[in-house]
């Protein structure tokens, strides 16, 4: 089946430009799916209490693994983040996670509460065919991500600042990229990244 082709379209230091953008790229998705990707890393006690504020339901873990003295196996994360003092909490970052909610519930409230760690918004859908490019629309692969604080969709390189991806076929599309990074007023950015 293979992964995505992402293309960077966008970049900036604003998160809200950042996500207005893909919201720009996500209108032009023929077919739109009903649940959106989100993830993030914590590093902070307050990143960590703006994000739960705002996903209570998460599951939350280590980004790191670590091991149970006890047992020697992988610890799952268990405190309670709304009732636990700073000083227990602290010593359990950085903690991530990887949810899915219902399209237009909460991405403005999880968006302003990106901390400075890296997050994602993924909006999965289908890009309708275009015969101009010769491109064919593909709900298996296609849609619009934003990176927070980073400028690949792997995470391997934090960032100061946000890029926005569009999600194309496992053989790329540059066509259909650079005519979605137009729409923008951008152009591609760099090379396709494996996506999702």
Known sequence: MGNSQAHPVFRTTDAVEAWTQALRLNVLLEEHDDEVTL??????????????????????????????????????????????????????????????????????????????????????????????????????????????????VDWSQPAEHHTVFVHVDKWGDLPRAEKLAAHLGSTVLGEAQNGW
């Open 39 to 152: 993830m993030a890393d914590l590093l902070t006690v307050e990143d960590t209490r703006r994000m739960v504020a705002v996903l209570p339901d998460a599951e939350y873990d280590y980004v790191r693994p670590r091991m149970d003295s006890v047992t020697n196996d992988f610890a799952k994360f268990s405190l309670v983040i709304t009732a636990a003092e700073d000083s227990a909490l602290e010593p359990e970052l950085p903690l991530g996670f990887l949810h899915y909610v219902q399209a237009g519930t909460v991405e403005d409230r999880f968006m302003r509460a990106v901390g400075k760690g890296m997050a994602s918004i993924g909006l999965h859908g289908r890009w309708p065919d275009d015969a101009e490019t010769e491109s064919y629309g593909s709900a298996t692969y296609d849609g619009v991500e934003v990176v927070f604080n980073g400028d690949h």
